[in-house]
């Protein structure tokens, strides 16, 4: 089945620097690929995500990347702001899967 | 639009005790469910999801058990809790027509502690 590593597990950033967390995945069949924020004791958002057919995606400060090749995705957040801080997960799905699969989690703490 | 409710938000139950969590999707159709857990600092582990009315795929084998008896209710049950399950109980929706390609919309949480 899939399996999706997520590095690094923390992540702290000085405010307005650049933020960047990797994740690998291992069935080349994946074709959807989301990214999750959790905020303390909350649920998990969606707030970005990209398809296999796509390379990039951008929305604001938010960014993913996704090399089919290598089989990793990447999340990029620029000009981080401290209610970026958060846990961030992410996930992918191959064709024909019912569930997501979800990488461990990065902790990123943004410093004022 | 479509909500999720997840209820209750807290819970604290001693051990050997029984187990009911219910989630309700409103707005939709046929929709996916997912039940997760989440330990303390820790990361999303997929117990059951159900894709309609009485199938019921487990993914952990552990003392937890699913029902779908409607198309928009999803309980997870116990008959005999376990310190071990205590943690953030995650339900999700997806409208993916079976396929798990469109985004997760997840409940607001229910933390159990199993005391």
């Known amino acids: 089945g899939e399996n999706v590593e997520q590095h690094p597990s923390t992540l702290s950033v000085q405010e307005g620097d650049s933020a960047v967390i990797k994740c690998t995945y291992s069935d080349s069949a994946s074709n959807y690929f989301p990214w999750y924020k959790q905020e303390l004791g909350k649920r998990p958002q969606l707030i970005i995500d990209i398809r296999s057919n796509v390379g990039e995606k951008k929305d604001q400060r938010i960014a993913v990347t996704l090399n089919k090749t290598a089989k990793h995705f990447s999340l990029h957040i620029t000009e981080t702001q401290p209610e970026d801080s958060a846990v961030y997960f992410c996930?992918?799905?191959?064709?024909?899967?019912?569930?997501?699969?979800f990488g461990s989690g990065t902790r990123l703490q943004v410093q004022p | 639009s479509q909500t999720i409710h997840q209820w209750p938000a807290t819970l604290v139950q001693p051990v050997g005790s029984p187990l009911s969590l219910e989630c309700t999707v409103e707005g939709t159709s046929n929709p996916n469910l997912y039940w997760y857990r989440q330990a303390a600092g820790r990361g999303l582990q997929l117990l059951f999801y159900?894709?309609?009315?009485?199938?019921i795929s487990s993914e952990v084998p552990q003392n937890l058990s699913a029902s779908r008896p409607q198309d928009r209710q999803f309980i997870l049950s116990s008959k005999k809790l376990l310190l071990s399950d205590s943690g953030f109980y995650l339900c999700?929706?997806?409208?993916?027509?079976?396929?798990?390609?469109?985004?997760?919309?997840f409940g607001s949480g229910t933390r159990l502690t199993v005391v």
């Open positions: 996930a992918a799905s191959p064709t024909g899967r019912r569930a997501l699969t």
């Open positions: 999700a929706w997806t409208d993916g027509q079976g396929v798990a390609n469109y985004g997760y919309t």
């Open positions: 159900s894709v309609g009315i009485g199938q």
